[in-house]
């Protein structure tokens, strides 16, 4: 982590806590990533039962995402919620076109809009930071069309700034590796389906049970493309290890297991 200017660290987590106590009271679109929890963390301490972590149970994401989010909620004392969103049944959305994200965020969004009238929370609040601005990101507008308010990103503070915020806060997410939606894995006009993103977690949960942690699979339909850091390619060719990947992944019906030798890089389907 590249050092931080601790004023500007200390003037930002101010900014936020002021963003964040203007809104009276909020509900935060959590994943249990490294920026929703910081936020959800801070809405809490600021807030206290005025706000309302909220998780979106879909085939998006996995059944152990969701039970490590929701541990993190309990040890770190804020309230969380679990929805349930369907954006898998819209046509836009398994389209699997550049701006499927919109699709997935419109769903959100709508669902959360929702929830904070039937609660009477305020207002909505995502995770979005700083340098989520400069990227292709066609959530963003979804967050714009519904009115989803973006703290992190308003008061300047990156990723950088993120984890270390957190690190301060002893949030367990400071050093957790980025994580994306499992559709993410799929190439562009591929259609998705629930089969296929619940293969690509299984797939994902095959290297983190070997001990990998910063990683995707990319799948190509009988192809898995592993992407892992450079560093850590000798781990996976060890025999032993590869002779696992290569029969737990075969079982998932993929017929042949690859290494993306540019290594681990998150957004690589937009390339």
Request: proline share 4%; hydrophobic share 35%; aromatic share 6%.
């Amino acid at each position: 982590m590249r050092a931080i200017d601790s004023t500007d660290l200390k003037n930002k987590l101010i900014a936020l806590k002021d963003r964040v106590s203007s809104s009276d009271s909020l509900i935060v679109a959590y994943s249990g990533g490294v920026d929703s929890a910081l936020l959800a963390s801070v809405a809490h301490q600021v807030l206290g039962d005025k706000s309302l972590a909220v998780i979106a149970k879909s085939p998006s994401i996995t059944d152990i995402e969701i039970n490590k989010a929701i541990s993190l909620s309990k040890t770190v004392g804020f309230s969380c919620h679990i929805i349930k969103t369907d954006e898998i049944e819209r046509p836009e959305y398994k389209a699997n076109q550049p701006n499927r994200c919109y699709f997935c965020k419109d769903t959100l969004y709508q669902e959360l809009s929702k929830l904070a009238s039937k609660l009477n929370y305020k207002t909505v609040a995502n995770g979005t930071n700083h340098d989520d601005l400069g990227d292709y990101r066609p959530g963003i507008k979804a967050a714009s069309d519904h009115g989803v308010i973006s703290p992190l990103a308003e008061v300047g503070l990156t990723k950088t700034d993120i984890r270390a915020l957190s690190r301060d806060m002893n949030l367990p997410t400071w050093d957790k590796p980025a994580q994306a939606c499992l559709a993410s894995r799929v190439p562009y006009g591929t259609q998705i389906s629930s089969k296929l993103l619940n293969r690509i977690g299984a797939a994902e949960q095959v290297l983190r049970d070997l001990g990998f942690d910063q990683l995707r699979v990319r799948d190509h339909n009988t192809v898995a493309r592993i992407e892992l850091p450079i560093s850590e390619f000798d781990k996976l060719l060890t025999p032993s290890i590869k002779q696992e990947i290569t029969k737990r992944l075969k079982s998932l019906g993929y017929k042949y297991i690859t290494i993306d030798i540019e290594g681990f890089r998150s957004g690589s389907m937009n390339e």
